[in-house]
T-cell receptor, first 115, second 111 residues
Framework: GAGVSQSPSNKVTEKGKDVELRCDPI?????LYWYRQSLGQGLEFLIY????????KSGLPSDRFSAERTGGSVSTLTIQRTQQEDSAVYLC?????????????FGQGTRLTVV | LAKTTQPISMDSYEGQEVNITCSHN???????ITWYQQFPSQGPRFIIQ???TKVTNEVASLFIPADRKSSTLSLPRVSLSDTAVYYC????????????FGAGTRLAVHP
């Protein structure tokens, strides 16, 4: 696609339910990132994929959070047993790092509300 | 991973030049300096990257001194639409490319 696509754009879920957030990176981008941003705050790093491998999962807040990437493309962030503090915008970004270019492209995010 | 420090907030007026300085004392030899802009309810957008000296594009200029321990993003003649949060990042090419965003600088442009 032309850019990074995230779905759904908005998600309201009940406390205790599981949710899946999807990220479609730009075709050919090997690096993929997930971030969380609470209202008025900066970007909190969650996890980084290089291809299908996740060399850094240090930002995942708890074992309720997990992510996978298949085929070096689509990634899914899963939050189990959602809590109200999980409410935030979840952002995905991808990059190729080709030819000395550090630019990462962000999606529009998924706004998650846990009620 | 080089840590970055930048002012929390800045104020300016339309038509003025705005300079936002970022310090990155522990920058490594293969690190690049990158700046992003974020508007409310949007993901960050890449503005500019540089390695040393000066880089200019249609949006901004980036000044990097010889020791590379700091950098200055320069926005010429700002308008109200430049009100946003600006993030300075240090990114290493080759190997593990972790992108860590700090708190950023919240720029408010006034009429």
């Amino acid at each position: 696609g032309a850019g990074v696509s995230q779905s759904p754009s908005n998600k309201v879920t009940e406390k205790g339910k599981d949710v899946e957030l999807r990220c479609d990176p730009i075709s050919g981008h090997t690096a993929l990132y997930w971030y969380r941003q609470s209202l008025g705050q900066g970007l909190e790093f969650l996890i980084y994929f290089q291809g299908n491998s996740a060399p850094d999962k240090s930002g995942l807040p708890s074992d309720r959070f997990s992510a996978e990437r298949t085929g070096g493309s689509v990634s899914t962030l899963t939050i189990q047993r959602t809590q109200q503090e999980d409410s935030a915008v979840y952002l995905c970004a991808s990059s190729s790092y080709a030819d000395g270019n550090t630019e990462a492209f962000f999606g529009q995010g998924t706004r998650l509300t846990v009620v | 991973l080089a840590k970055t420090t930048q002012p929390i907030s800045m104020d300016s007026y339309e038509g003025q030049e705005v300079n936002i300085t970022c310090s990155h004392n522990n920058i490594a030899t293969n690190d690049y300096i990158t700046w992003y802009q974020q508007f409310p309810s949007q993901g960050p957008r890449f503005i500019i990257q540089g390695y040393k000296t000066k880089v200019t594009n249609e949006v901004a200029s980036l000044f990097i001194p010889a020791d590379r321990k700091s950098s200055t993003l320069s926005l010429p003649r700002v308008s109200l639409s430049d009100t946003a949060v600006y993030y300075c990042l240090v990114v290493g090419l080759g190997g593990y490319n972790k992108l860590i965003f700090g708190a950023g600088t919240r720029l408010a442009v006034h009429p």
